[in-house]
T-cell receptor, first 114, second 113 residues
Framework: DTGVSQDPRHKITKRGQNVTFRCDPI?????LYWYRQTLGQGPEFLTY????????KSRLLSDRFSAERPKGSFSTLEIQRTEQGDSAMYLCASTLAEGRGEQFFGPGTRLTVL | QKEVEQDPGPLSVPEGAIVSLNCTYSNSAFQYFMWYRQYSRKGPELLMYTYSSGNKEDGRFTAQVDKSSKYISLFIRDSQPSDSATYLCAMSSRGTGGFKTIFGAGTRLFVKA
């Protein structure tokens, strides 16, 4: 399968715990995005990378959130001291920076904070 | 006012009906227009991509863009129960920092057999 993959698909955690999600983009894609989606809403932009550089972060991304893409391939999104309001679907998408902008999404990681 | 407005539905139609889904937007800088289909608890899947005003057809799907009215549409012909999903419109503009993409809230579609 050459699409975008995400791991884990589901995560249940207790409030205050740290969680980390992984995204593997389409191999030739140099741009990688993270989004958050809550019920009844479209994806909301969190941050994106071009290669290993994090170029933009949304104000939605509080200081409890950090993302990395150390080698310009896979990316991780960590949430520290999780809160119940962090419960959402976390989506990763990738695209070519030189392309037309259409993004290809992974299956998402559904986070539930108890 | 949101940059992209999309009626959340739900929209319920009988099998075989023609479905019309719409979005309006306020930012005239948007140049690229997309429709994604999202099944429950899955990631969005790119359905249609258009760059300019006009129509683009792909099988049972037709995407229409009217930049002068800031209005885009997706038509589904001969709708099938398997088309039951949430349809998200998305719009992008290319700036100095790359593409900025904004998504609509999605319209839930139910196609009854």
């Amino acid at each position: 399968d050459t699409g975008v993959s995400q791991d884990p698909r589901h995560k249940i955690t207790k409030r205050g715990q740290n969680v980390t999600f992984r995204c593997d983009p389409i191999s030739e894609h140099n741009r990688l995005y993270w989004y958050r989606q809550t019920l009844g809403q479209g994806p909301e932009f969190l941050t994106y990378f071009q290669n290993e550089a994090q170029l933009e972060k949304s104000r939605l991304l509080s200081d409890r959130f950090s993302a990395e893409r150390p080698k310009g391939s896979f990316s991780t999104l960590e949430i520290q001291r999780t809160e119940q309001g962090d419960s959402a679907m976390y989506l990763c998408a990738s695209t070519l920076a030189e392309g037309r902008g259409e993004q290809f999404f992974g299956p998402g990681t559904r986070l539930t904070v108890l | 006012q949101k940059e992209v407005e999309q009626d959340p539905g739900p929209l319920s139609v009988p099998e075989g009906a023609i479905v019309s889904l719409n979005c309006t937007y306020s930012n005239s800088a948007f140049q690229y227009f997309m429709w994604y289909r999202q099944y429950s608890r899955k990631g969005p899947e790119l359905l249609m991509y258009t760059y300019s005003s006009g129509n683009k057809e792909d099988g049972r799907f037709t995407a229409q863009v009217d930049k002068s009215s800031k209005y885009i549409s997706l038509f589904i012909r001969d709708s099938q129960p398997s088309d039951s999903a949430t349809y998200l419109c998305a719009m992008s503009s290319r700036g100095t920092g790359g593409f900025k993409t904004i998504f609509g809230a999605g319209t839930r579609l139910f196609v009854k057999a």
